[in-house]
T-cell receptor
């Protein structure tokens, strides 16, 4: 079955700097890759997603890139702010199977 | 519109007991999925229901079961609770399920087994 590896497990950056979180997946049939943000004590919330027919997608300060050949995808957050502090999860899914396989999560801390 | 509602928010149970958790999806959403979240294992898929049918099941023992009602509300049941079942149980709903990946998660039920 699908396996998703996420790195790093913790990331600390200065406010205003960029943060990058990377994930790799094992099943080449996976074609949907969402990213979720989970603040302490709250539910995971979808922040951006990408499908396999697209190489990059941006939404304001957040961008996701996908390399299907290498089977990895990354989340980029620019101009980080204190409210970006949270745990971020990547996930992969195969079309037709309503099932997300999640990475282990990255705890991002933005230092003021 | 109202989000995904999970009840109860917190539960404390004793080892060996059973527990039932409830999830009401966003109005109009027909797919409900359940996940277990623990610090050690992360978010793991339990099962997914669509139109009262289980379409997908994760790698959990048979003690974990679920069902979906005609109004799309879903329940999951865990029998013979073990200490390792302590976790945050999250449900997520989406409109059609099969080709609609826009999961919305509920706030979860935190289950503590003592």
């Amino acid at each position: 079955g699908e396996n998703v590896e996420q790195h790093p497990s913790t990331l600390s950056v200065q406010e205003g700097d960029s943060a990058v979180i990377k994930c790799t997946y094992s099943d080449s049939a996976s074609n949907y890759f969402p990213w979720y943000k989970q603040e302490l004590g709250k539910r995971p919330q979808l922040i951006i997603d990408i499908r396999s027919n697209v190489g990059e997608k941006k939404d304001q300060r957040i961008a996701v890139t996908l390399n299907k050949t290498a089977k990895h995808f990354s989340l980029h957050i620019t101009e980080t702010q204190p409210e970006d502090s949270a745990v971020y999860f990547c996930a992969a899914s195969i079309e037709g199977a309503q099932k997300l396989v999640f990475g282990q999560g990255t705890r991002l801390t933005i230092n003021p | 519109k109202a989000g995904v509602t999970q009840t109860p928010r917190y539960l404390i149970k004793t080892r060996g007991q059973q527990v039932t958790l409830s999830c009401s999806p966003i109005s109009g959403h027909r797919s409900v999925s359940w996940y277990q979240q623990t610090p050690g294992q992360g978010l793991q898929f339990l099962f997914e229901y669509f139109s009262e049918t289980q379409r997908n099941k994760g790698n959990f023992p048979g003690r974990f079961s679920g069902r979906q009602f005609s109004n799309s509300r879903s329940e999951m049941n865990v029998s013979t609770l073990e200490l390792g079942d302590s976790a945050l149980y999250l449900c997520a709903s989406s409109l059609r399920g099969n080709r609609d990946y826009g999961y919305t998660f509920g706030s979860g039920t935190r289950l503590t087994v003592v």
